[in-house]
């Protein structure tokens, strides 16, 4: 089963442990993205995922490239093409400090990419299931372009298309808001990934659950989930990841999902010592693809993509270095860190 | 608005991460010094800030001062003259093992210093308020009249006074005990800032409250500081920290205030998570000169401090690395965590 | 008072801080082993502890045993023989997340060591104790021989023997079970050290108690120590260790003993960020050795083992580098990690 | 006396020691550029050096601006606009391996800049002297009318000008060739320091030496130098550093000037243990601008500037760590590399 | 064009920098072996290249095929067998102190391999060429009989086999001497590579250079060159590595080569700091291999060989990590070292 | 054969790689001082060496006198005692920049020491030689007299004493010249160590080598070697060490002797890529103490310490970590630095 992925790459550089930037003259430096850090959890459970993205003809991106291809994800789809590769800064918080992030991503090439950058019919070959986020349309206008394209030639060619909503304040910056074009965008989707605040701002849907407090009222997510079903007949299901955020070391998370039929929640895992939120709500994604191209119900696909992520919190990088056997363990019932001599 | 410091500027080596000493042969190398992390403070919130003290003219001390001009602060009143450079090493501690400390501060060119070491009426020029802790009386005979001298010359040119007494049992070596030096050199303090150690040690004022149980009866704090203003009239405010140490790794802090009038209480915040306790206090007492000076108010003024010195746990290094902004936001409810993109 | 302890001393490759194998191309490389572990301690307390093991002669194994000497073990019972030097590589856990040992013991110079390659004649005289543990008898037919000389010897000797269980499900591979083995050696044995998984797996003796739900009953504990000393006669003693695991960061810690007359359960230690695990059962051992020889009652006995084994979960690497008197503190109730200047 | 340079500040993100990129996840991460690189220097020396620039208002670049604030470079002229922070990544080569530089530099705020975007009459009041290189044009044509505007400022100001021409070939993207833009540029200097191929690539005129074979002729590096004085007239100092390049670890260096009376070539020092070579022309700057200022012949002015650049052959990083007096035990003849204890 | 190669892989332990062993607790830990390292040669150079071993289906092992997938190589015909991870401890020597390597590759999976573990027949299908070195040989008699089994085949199916003597005294233990099966190996085997220890300990061929001088007569190996030719008229080529060790750090490198008509000796390179020398004489045959396969004559593809040697001193790990075209342009004469930007 | 040093034991705080100081947030911190860095050399060698020394009783000299006793030195005769424990700060220099020591050790516990702090007449008993250098006089006279009383005592028990000079001129400030000390030391001494400038400056005998010229002439040298032992009868031997400094980087080494009849010159190493050359004296003192008692004639035992010491120059730390085998490869004229393996 052939799952592709579309999105950009970038470089993540990091201030050394939980150090504020700058404070040793060094970064960590790895390489992530929304979409790419699906591909490779895909990868991880021994899915065929394929990450396609456009990228600089240079030494630091053959550099994420050869990582990418080391992880099993097919690179064959990345076009070389003008602009740059994309940064984010990162520093990581702990307790009441939260993490920071510091965006670069203006020009890069697949902020300068067009629908013509890629040639859809060649790419969806075989394909089983395509995968985006709101990360792209946010980039530019033909980003933008460039993803509503891409729906629409999955859809044609009879693709599943998973949209994570992934709402970014910082980026939309080209003069759009993110629900002028997410709109017209996700009635190409079949299944909807998203947290409050991505429905309220990219689909303009809202529920009453305060983000900020902490708890969570799970029943109003039922709504949220309903509402975005009736005003989108074509999604098919909808999966709401529940992030109660105590601190930055501390959070809470689970998840619900609707197939127009059920709404189930997911069992809720306490994370008190994290070590890198970064990437968290993609590998729910990575996680819920495989799920429900794997489990014949979506309860499971669900508990699947939410020990997944749990996992991720106790993961350095953008990736989601886990298998499919680690994550089972866990969904299992196994959370009690015993040493696995 | 100039605010002064005086007082010691050591070198911090510590051990790598969590380790013991010489587990790896490395030490983090970094400068610090109560005195000297209040005016970074003020710096990094925007003040005008001046750290005065006396060090070697080596390359090492070339560093510490090359790193505060960086911060911001104003460097020319420190006085190149003979003696070492304090040292201090430092283990951090976690869970039930705490952190540790071996001082090798004797002979240090502050201990050395006198009171003619400094011309206080030009360090003093445009000063609003200047800034001691009770660690320079513990260091020397010389260093206690220095510090007296500095408190009568800072009242006579009508600067405020602010002293942490900050009493440490393993200084106070040269014969004097601490209440004998302290006692005279509060008579010249505006703002006291304490513990409840602190003030039985360094002012022979108790309160019954036990510091090893954790927890913590705030009526008690009441009587403490309504005897401190009661016993030094000149004393027109005193902040007592209250740290609830469950282990190293957990703490509960919060402070309360009281201006002859008012005893106000500060939210407590519970930090689960410490990666550097040193330096904590020292994080409060630059916050709380900020907010006198920029609050009309002694609550919003402690709130600031508290939520200041809250986010210092949570940085590494003695110096609090964290913006106005940041503290405020603390300060105004968000303790979330969630990542600031 | 000289307490000889008899093992493998392994090469220790654990991944960087808590990341997963190879995200960076290094190694934190220390060494350590159950029984060295434990010999370590017992210097660390001021003891005269021997370690005895086989090791090749080449670089590595002379650094291992340059360790051993400069933390103040006697390494003069240590024999070069053909054979490897046992590594184990491992995998710091966090949160759900738990630690991963994979062990590379195959052809070690202890595992083919025989009873012949020791002298034990010469390695008992003056001897107080002798401490093994369940892991070498696991690791083959020759190394479970040399263990059974090898208590043989001490009671003829008139040492006391003390064992911790340690049953490894992935060592024993050369054809034997371990209750098969172990049963025999544990007629030899005055003090047995285990936890539930090991009494069950090495004697074949159950209680009912579920290791994996964290909540523990100690009632049942004690009826599994009875039925030890009852089947067991020569055992005068057993320690059994407990554990609840609510995940990889995040262990409550007591223990229980009985001696044929008193069953008495510990003091409970709550250990919420612990920073490594591996070496905790070892430290309690060498705790108990110690308090056995050093209290006249086995209460403080057990109540220094387990402050000692709960400090261990705040020291990095499989050596428990602490004092002494830095349980001792902990064991008279400090656990607050206030900062020792 | 008051110098100002002119000119991008840049991330440096170099590989470790002299790995290719990527062999670990990590940068070390500095900062630096040409003419930040003069400032440092001269700052080092004890002058009054202010380095402007614009760059945009985030984390990243207000480190930079800390560092350079606390090496003693003024910054007040620093503004603060849209764009991003230029980047450069760097891999170190030795023996036959060069050393790599990738730029990330396009959409800089400094290649963003125009004319209006400083005040040149304030930022040239009280200097005496203010240097640019043949980097800043080669950006943008914004940043070439700014370079323009700046050189015509200063002028006018009575403040000498320097400029390093230092030609990139894999900059100069928008448009026109470097001798369009530099030929007029240089009209309005007063020092010129280049290197052959600078003064080929940037103002057309060549010699006959062939970089690429080692072995310089210097006679012929005498017809170029008075080549550019008769062409230019307005300049009345040639500086012309000679690299003579064994391997990317073993050069030779040394300098020749020429005032239109006298061409002096300096002592040779050959290093065969480069530790980094990026910043060495700049550094070569730094020195020559001191050196005229400080010395009253242009003998001791180059052979400041030449041992001040060869020193920065073993100092890593951009920036040229030195003092004065160090640089003068080299230029006066101690190049032992005995213990200075 | 397909290529083979079939040996061990291994864990490579390194001390950090030049430190001696455990001067610091830690490993830079990489993979290599002479035939991957062959193999990840041509892959960075853009060639087919398949890595044939066995090894233990374990994560230490796993990273090591993850890493071999992202540099390009074909992993699909690794097996995963009984057997150990081989380890090489490596410790990095300057001017007179040698490197020094310590083994612990007994019991690996490779060695531990017979005929049976491989199907030569699929492994060849398409292959043009087939790599092998005199390393796996020296394991055991079953990699002995492996090796000769798969030249063996290699032969039957028409794939030109190249072979490295590469003569490790220190290995072949298993009670045969190298020559005794070297000699019947070198039957199947088109093109030799060796150096002059190697013909002589490997096919009991002798010339009167003297390898420790470190000045060589090349006259001498081209009547080596000869008599293997005359010995083994299968051998269609040989190429001989001359390197003269004029300390650890610096060796003058160069070779010669000969195919029964012309005996072509190199250009010599001069390498003065050497990064790391493992992994060279690999480096040599994996451009040797390129160069025969993409020049027209013996005399351009010896000089690719030589030049991409040459680098590989200046890489550090056993992979060399450069591109053809780097290669081609120290070949075409820029060994200057300048700044690629 | 028992040796015996006493001196300083120092914590060495370098920073990292070839930094300069603080370019990093980090020391490399190890131990060391002239007469432990001759204590380690024995035992390395496999003789019984004693380090005595005063010591402050802290974690910091404790994990110090660890390191030895693992390195197999005797460190029983190590007195706690009143002071701080010394430092010295180091930054290495390569090519043209020298190494830089910053000292801090003033108020060490060995400047504080008398010779009432030692039982000389027990640290001698069974001892056959005794070895101190120029620096402990240096520190204060209390550790002039304790110098003094040492040589006195050893010579009274018949205990062979050796000396290195060791002038260092930025100690000898507690107000007596290093020669009126030093003259009067000498005449306890029966074997000394020096190289001219510490004749000169220490005894106050010249030669007319000019040592910053780095060309020696050895004749010059016999004529001082001749003096010395003219002026002082009791003195039988005198080493003489020729250092010829062309960088940093870059020294040629060698040795003379001279015993009253033959004046010996030893064989001279070029080193072309100096590691560390602190602590190379030492290893030339050490090396010569075990050749005098090892071999039968000078020239060998001045062959093996020249040897020993041209090691050192690639060791990192103060300490020679190389076996007495290393030495004599090296010595026996393998310098090749080919891979161990």
């Given at each position: 089963?052939?799952?592709?992925?579309?999105?950009?790459?970038?470089?993540?550089?990091?201030?050394?442990?939980?150090?504020?930037?700058?404070?040793?003259?060094?970064?960590?430096?790895?390489?992530?993205?929304?979409?790419?850090?699906?591909?490779?959890?895909?990868?991880?459970?021994?899915?065929?995922?394929?990450?396609?993205?456009?990228?600089?003809?240079?030494?630091?991106?053959?550099?994420?490239?050869?990582?990418?291809?080391?992880?099993g994800v097919d690179i064959s789809g990345i076009k070389h093409?003008?602009?740059?590769?994309?940064?984010?800064?990162?520093?990581?918080?702990?307790?009441?400090?939260?993490?920071?992030?510091?965006y670069d991503r203006s020009y890069s090439s697949i902020a300068?990419?067009?629908?013509?950058?890629?040639?859809?019919?060649?790419?969806?070959?075989?394909?089983?299931?395509?995968?985006?986020?709101?990360?792209?349309?946010?980039?530019?206008?033909?980003?933008?372009?460039?993803?509503?394209?891409?729906?629409?030639?999955?859809?044609?060619?009879?693709?599943?298309?998973?949209?994570?909503?992934?709402?970014?304040?910082?980026?939309?910056?080209?003069?759009?808001?993110?629900?002028?074009?997410?709109?017209?965008?996700?009635?190409?989707?079949?299944?909807?990934?998203?947290?409050?605040?991505?429905?309220?701002?990219?689909?303009?849907?809202?529920?009453?659950?305060?983000?900020?407090?902490?708890?969570?009222?799970?029943?109003?997510?039922?709504?949220?989930?309903?509402?975005?079903?009736?005003?989108?007949?074509?999604?098919?299901?909808?999966?709401?990841?529940?992030?109660?955020?105590?601190?930055?070391?501390?959070?809470?998370?689970?998840?619900?999902?609707?197939?127009?039929?059920?709404?189930?929640?997911?069992?809720?895992?306490?994370?008190?010592?994290?070590?890198?939120?970064?990437?968290?709500?993609?590998?729910?994604?990575?996680?819920?693809?495989?799920?429900?191209?794997?489990?014949?119900?979506?309860?499971?696909?669900?508990?699947?993509?939410?020990?997944?992520?749990?996992?991720?919190?106790?993961?350095?990088?953008?990736?989601?270095?886990?298998?499919?056997?680690?994550?089972?363990?866990?969904?299992?019932?196994?959370?009690?860190?015993?040493?696995?001599?």
């Amino acid at each position: 089963m052939k799952i592709v992925t579309l999105g950009e790459l970038m470089l993540r550089l990091k201030s050394p442990g939980l150090e504020r930037f700058f404070q040793s003259p060094s970064f960590e430096a790895t390489f992530g993205g929304g979409e790419a850090n699906v591909a490779v959890s895909l990868a991880n459970y021994g899915m065929d995922a394929k990450f396609v993205t456009a990228l600089p003809d240079n030494a630091i991106a053959q550099a994420a490239e050869r990582e990418l291809r080391g992880l099993g994800v097919d690179i064959s789809g990345i076009k070389h093409t003008e602009g740059r590769m994309g940064i984010y800064y990162l520093e990581s918080g702990t307790n009441q400090r939260p993490s920071k992030v510091v965006y670069d991503r203006s020009y890069s090439s697949i902020a300068l990419a067009t629908p013509e950058t890629f040639d859809f019919k060649e790419i969806f070959i075989d394909a089983q299931w395509f995968h985006i986020t709101g990360i792209t349309p946010a980039l530019s206008q033909s980003a933008a372009d460039l993803t509503l394209a891409a729906v629409k030639a999955a859809k044609e060619m009879g693709v599943t298309v998973s949209m994570d909503l992934n709402f970014r304040k910082n980026l939309w910056k080209y003069g759009k808001k993110a629900s002028e074009v997410m709109c017209e965008v996700v009635k190409f989707v079949d299944v909807v990934i998203a947290n409050e605040e991505d429905c309220q701002k990219s689909l303009g849907i809202e529920c009453g659950s305060e983000v900020e407090s902490g708890e969570l009222d799970t029943a109003k997510y039922e709504t949220l989930a309903k509402t975005v079903l009736a005003t989108y007949p074509n999604v098919s299901k909808i999966a709401i990841t529940l992030r109660e955020s105590k601190s930055a070391t501390h959070n809470d998370w689970s998840a619900c999902i609707y197939d127009g039929e059920e709404f189930y929640v997911s069992k809720k895992y306490e994370i008190k010592n994290i070590l890198d939120r970064v990437g968290g709500g993609d590998s729910f994604g990575g996680g819920l693809i495989y799920g429900l191209l794997n489990y014949d119900n979506q309860r499971d696909a669900l508990e699947f993509a939410v020990a997944a992520s749990c996992l991720k919190h106790s993961i350095s990088g953008d990736y989601n270095r886990v298998t499919a056997d680690e994550v089972k363990s866990l969904m299992g019932g196994d959370g009690s860190g015993r040493v696995q001599r």
